[in-house]
């Protein structure tokens, strides 16, 4: 058992539209909760990792990392910040981990934060798409959604996956997100409710995308030594994996399969020694929910063209074999790009502490995250456990 | 020394309106229209193509047509009245888009619905004195009728290409002569969407007097007689102008009827005349003459002289022709027609 | 997109124009620095034909705002007969002529713009193979 990184921990601001928090703002808030929930001060923090995707695009504001330890009163500590477009929390997170296990650091932040709302609508999704290949696929008219119907619409093909299958994820997601009080939607929702909100990249609707959001959430990481200084119940790495893909969704091996998925959980199930049987819950990448259900498949939860019919019949459900996004998921807990990864990451620890409320999944041991930039070109795996 | 046609090519978009459904918009009666005008439907470029996207699909037809090295074109001249740029020339991107680049020459001509019979004369001259092997000329228009003028109904968007050289023609150009004048019939300043006419003074001294006269001129200095010619194909704004102008110069029905497309795609301007062209190419025989005359307003007429040979029927096969375009289609209604012409627009 | 980006790319973007690997012989569309398959940086030009078949499909109603005046429209990915996939959109289309496994041509279409004033950027879009 890896017990070498943990999280002594965790903060995180509301996801939602938050017209009143500047990205300043928010980091600030989130960094502060978490240095509160570990007891410690800012002093004793080695550096800071932060992701952020679109700081550039979205508020046109680039030097992160001198930005973040100047508002969070952290000068002249370090701070990095990590970009991989939604993979960019997941990939903070990884370098935090490895800072520690060099042996360089021995407590850290690892953060996420995105500020989407200050553009108009019509930016976003321009914003967003820079996550695709920009010369030969959203020059040519690609969305992020697009990408993803694509993937949606061939894995339809190959395996019979139904729009309902795909709308199935999207009202187990909201369920469990009536739960979360930090998600940014608090409602539950039907089959119908997805099958008839509006069209965005068909087969993909409104409900079936993770919405644009503001948000940032921080954890604190510290070595074996330190965690056991400092925390009661530490939440350990037990593994980390990180692989990349093709950028353009095109380029791919296979369109249903995202290699670096796959690849990033090989690792991460190898250095934990476990296999995905061992994994009693799971975050995964749904920004969309035909996401979810190739994370699932690739992750090994399921056979590969099985997802939507493992959701359907309530496998991934609270009370199913294999909890999936007990936190509501990117869907209903909200998508603040940089975040993401991150929050993953508190949901999991929020699970072994045995600190998730209506949502909590019982004896978990293992519990997974996993963290997907563009349409597949990165992805971030990690194990945690008790 | 023969000079002529080495390949012709087409391109009709895929979209359609029908007068009835314009006249709809305007409480206009279409039955009048279609019968003043006998025009029942035009073609719409979709929101994707203009002047140099035709230019583009007519060239890379007529090159499947000449077979010959792209790189050998000397010249590309691309006539409209609808070129997307005021500064910066189509004719540079249609040459960039069949790979004639880069030792060539190359501007972009403007003369109302004649441009491109305007190039076409101007390849034979550097053809037939030696300056380029071959020479591509192009007339092509996504053109724009003011909302609710009688223009509406039949301002429509196509293209024809053809590339001039000496050897293996499928047509060869016997002679050609113009007719010019400073008449100003119809005319569109810079900035301004829409053209502006002079009304019924487009008709007699404009249209008819120079396609006339024109045709007279190169038929008596050819020496040749009306009853010489297989093909006639006159400029086409609608379906009425070009039948008097026929018969006016003494043509047949039958002579002048194959050429007419303007019933079933509308003026494409620059592309009206030369597509007619095309059509005729598309069903001649070996050894038919055809006599040319373009009308460019401003005003213009180029006339010439044509007779295919056993090449043509060898050759027309490789591109689509202007008929299976025309076939090809698919109705729009007024509002559609409106956003995909830009007449209403997202701010 | 600026000037010289798409400048740069228009023998792609017009003409389809990739690059044959002399090692290992894939067809690299468009061009890259090292060939994807066997990582060799020599290569032969080599102009596809633009036919190719549908292997995946969308109908985009959402779009950045370049393309916005175009929504909704099939976006699509391709695979050429040479090989090579590509992404691009399908115009000229009636709803059953989009499908998994459907033949399809290129055709030369404007891409997008910089706004009215900006710089037209023209490339391959791809319609129903008659």
Known sequence: ?386 | MDVGIVGYGSYIPYYRIKTEEIARVWGANPESIKKGLMVSEKSVPGPDEDAVTIATEASRNALALADIDPEKIGAVYVGSESHPYSVKPSSTIVAEAIEATPIMTAADLEFACKAGTAGMQICMGLVGSGMAEYGLAVGADTSQGAPGDPLEYTAAAGGAAFIIGKDNLLAKIESTSSFTTDTPDFWRRPGEAYPKHGGRFTGEPAYFKHIVSCTEQILKDSGYEVKDFKYFVPHQPNGKFPRIAAKKLGFTEEQVSPSLLVERIGNTYSGASVLGLAAVLDQAEEGDKILLTSYGSGAGSDSFILETTGRLEKVRENAPSVESQIEHKHYIDYATYAKYRGKIKKE | MSVSRFWREIPSRYNLSGGKCTSCNLINFPRRERCKDCGVSDFETIKLSGLGKILTYTKIHAAAEAFEHETPYYLAIIELEEGPRLTAQIVDAHKGEVSIGAEVESCFRKISEDGKAGAISYGYKFKPRK
Not at chain 1, 2 to 9: D, K, L, P, R, Y
Not at chain 1, 71 to 86: D, F, G, I, K, L
Request: aromatic share 6%; hydrophobic share 40%; charged share 20%.
């Open chain 1, 1 to 386: 058992m890896n017990q070498e990184v943990a999280i002594i921990g965790i903060g995180m601001t509301k996801f939602g539209e938050l017209w009143n928090r500047s990205f300043r703002q928010l980091f600030v808030e989130a960094g502060s909760e978490a240095l509160e929930d570990a007891g410690i001060k800012s002093e004793e923090i080695g550096a800071l990792f932060g992701g952020n995707m679109s700081a550039g695009q979205f508020i046109g504001q680039e030097h992160l990392a001198s930005l973040i330890m100047d508002h969070s009163n952290m000068t002249p500590q370090p701070a990095t910040r990590v970009e991989a477009a939604c993979a960019s929390g997941g990939l903070a997170l990884r370098t935090a981990y490895m800072s520690i296990k060099s042996g360089m650091h021995d407590v850290v932040i690892a953060a996420g934060a995105e500020k989407m709302t200050d553009v108009l609508p019509s930016k976003t999704t321009g914003a967003l798409a820079t996550a695709a290949d920009q010369e030969w696929e959203a020059g040519f008219g690609a969305t992020f959604p697009g990408l993803y119907a694509m993937i949606a619409r061939r894995h339809m093909h190959e395996f019979g996956t139904t729009e309902e299958q795909l709308a199935s994820v999207s009202v187990k997601n909201h369920y469990n997100g009536s739960k979360n009080s930090k998600a940014q939607f608090q409602n539950e929702i039907t089959i119908d409710d997805v099958l008839s909100s509006p069209m965005v990249a068909d087969p993909l609707k409104l409900f079936d995308c993770s919405p644009v959001s503001d948000g940032a959430a921080a954890l604190v990481l510290a070595s074996a030594e330190k965690a056991k200084e400092l925390c009661e119940n530490p939440v350990w790495i037990a593994g980390s994996g990180q692989a990349s893909d093709t950028l353009a969704l095109h380029s791919r091996k296979s369109l249903t399969t995202l290699n670096a998925t796959v690849e990033a959980g090989r690792q991460a199930y190898k250095q934990a020694g476990i296999t995905s049987k061992d994994i009693g819950a799971a975050e995964v990448h749904d920004c969309f929910t035909i996401a979810e259900l190739c994370a699932i498949e690739d992750l090994g939860f399921c056979e590969k063209g099985d997802g939507g019919k493992f959701t359907e019949q309530g496998e991934t459900g609270l009370k199913g074999s294999m909890p999936v996004n007990t936190s509501g998921g990117l869907k209903t807990k909200g998508h603040p790009v940089g975040a993401t990864g991150i929050a993953q990451a508190i949901e999991a620890s929020l699970q072994l502490r045995g600190e998730a409320g209506d949502r909590q999944i019982d004896d978990v041991e293992y519990v997974l995250t996993h963290n997907v930039g563009g349409s597949g070109g990165t992805a971030a795996v990690h194990i945690f456990s008790r």
